[in-house]
């Protein structure tokens, strides 16, 4: 069976398994697209699928998913003044957006642990405001025991038809337990296997961003470098705005490559391939936002006329609005031709502007790796080359995100020294986070 029969089945099933308005009201959309459907004959190459997640969009606020979250809150002695008093604030107005249905916890944490609101519903608003208020800093940072007890707190009453999230604010180096981004790591990615995610928010200059954002890569949470302290409470209400928007959870994607292609690597999220399968997994996507992974393939050397099947897509996902196990599946194919011209004009501006994107982010995360190495020069020459490649594409294609990406590139490399290194490098990471995994904030 061809590529494009067995995609006419799959839409099909789905057609006729589904009612009308199920199918086009509250179904993810999967759109599988190859950066270069026309490919050069014979010659061996490599190009890309892109396999796009996109949430629908919630009818109104009332059918959203309730939630179960913690607030883990740092509270040691660099907290003291306006961080802490804004931190308070954040928390305060979060609070606010929620509803009886949602279930609550809080956690502070300095040098030890102790949660002062023990998970509940929130029939009780002002008591878990009150108890927020009365939060004062001092104390060291017993970061991983802190996200711990969060989700401790989450277990109780631990369900797949709540978004179970876990939102850490801290703004120092985790001083206390388990300090390595591997041990915070590996900590995420377990949570994310009982369906739960966590939310790092870092503030100020003296956290451990690599720590932090790979608690809340390997838990499909969200991560943010927070300068100021009076920004709090906009960035609590960005995180707000995902986690009560969530639309779908237990996000599988399965990608079985066809034989003769050569699936290579995955550029912007963490997969496994295990031959010709690839699998990939998130815990949530959002209402009417997208979520994508870019598959490289190495493809033979193939006749002019030919049609090569590439590979078949199928992805499983607890629908949070019909409470069912929805299953999608797709595939892509690509086609030769003798002529340049013809491949160009079948090239897929999209997906090639995110292949641009995320080989883009690979480079500038090497060139943190070389500035952390002493090699200032080399991180330099990577993000000069690295703008002049998003600068060049980003005309090209006409994307003000790639030409944004070149204006970082530029900064970044001008600011690899001195005073200014620590903030260059925490916003290096908040970017490289955001774009490998499509934040919105």
């Known amino acids: 069976m061809s590529a494009f029969t067995r995609h006419v089945a799959a839409s099909l099933a789905l057609v006729f398994g589904l009612s009308a308005s199920m199918a086009t009201a509250s179904q993810v959309r999967l759109d599988v697209s190859m950066a270069k459907p026309t490919l050069l004959a014979k010659k061996k190459q490599t190009t890309h699928v892109k396999i796009g997640l996109t949430g629908f969009k919630m009818e109104n606020g009332g059918n959203r998913t309730p939630v179960n979250v913690s607030f883990v809150l740092d509270k040691s002695g660099s907290m003291t003044g306006d961080k802490i008093a804004k931190a308070k604030e954040a928390a305060v107005a979060a609070i606010q957006r929620l509803t009886k249905r949602d279930i609550v916890s809080v956690v502070v944490y300095d040098s030890t642990v102790r949660v002062i609101v023990p998970a509940t519903k929130l029939t009780d608003r002002q008591m878990v405001c009150d108890s927020i208020r009365r939060i004062e800093a001092g104390g060291t940072t017993a970061l991983f025991a802190g996200v711990s007890k969060g989700a401790d707190e989450l277990r109780k009453f631990l369900d797949k038809n709540h978004v179970n999230r876990v939102v850490l604010l801290s703004d120092g180096l985790a001083n206390v337990g388990p300090q390595s ?218 994307s003000k995100l790639l030409q944004l990406r070149y204006i970082d590139n530029v900064y970044q490399a001008k600011n690899l020294e001195g005073t200014e290194w620590l903030k260059t490098r925490k916003q290096m990471r908040r970017l490289q986070f955001a774009d490998s995994v499509q934040q919105s904030y």
């Open 181 to 398: 981004p591997s041990e915070l790591g590996n900590l995420g990615a377990s949570l994310m296997k009982e369906g739960i995610s966590v939310s790092t928010m870092g503030l100020g200059l003296d956290y451990n961003e690599d720590l932090m954002s790979q608690l809340a890569a390997r838990s499909s949470g969200n991560h943010i470098f927070i300068e100021k302290a009076s920004d709090l409470v906009k960035i609590f209400n960005c995180e707000f705005d995902d986690v009560l928007s969530v639309v779908a959870q237990e996000v599988a994607i399965d990608i079985q490559v066809e034989p003769g292609v050569r699936p290579v690597r995955v550029l912007n999220m963490d997969a496994e391939i295990n031959g010709q399968r690839v699998i990939v997994k998130m815990n949530q996507l959002y209402s009417q936002q997208e979520k994508y992974v870019l598959l490289e393939v190495e493809v033979p050397a193939t006749r002019a006329g030919k049609t090569l099947d590439v590979a078949e897509v199928k992805i499983s996902y607890s629908n949070m609005q019909t409470k069912t196990t929805d299953r999608l599946s797709s595939a892509v194919s690509v086609n030769f031709t003798d002529s340049v011209a013809e491949v160009e004009e079948k090239t897929n501006l999209v997906v090639l502007e995110a292949c641009v994107l995320q080989i883009a982010n690979g480079q500038n995360q090497l060139a943190t790796v070389l500035r952390d190495k002493g090699d200032i020069e080399g991180a330099k020459r990577i993000l000069i080359a690295n703008g002049k490649y998003l600068a060049e594409n980003g005309k090209v294609l006409d």
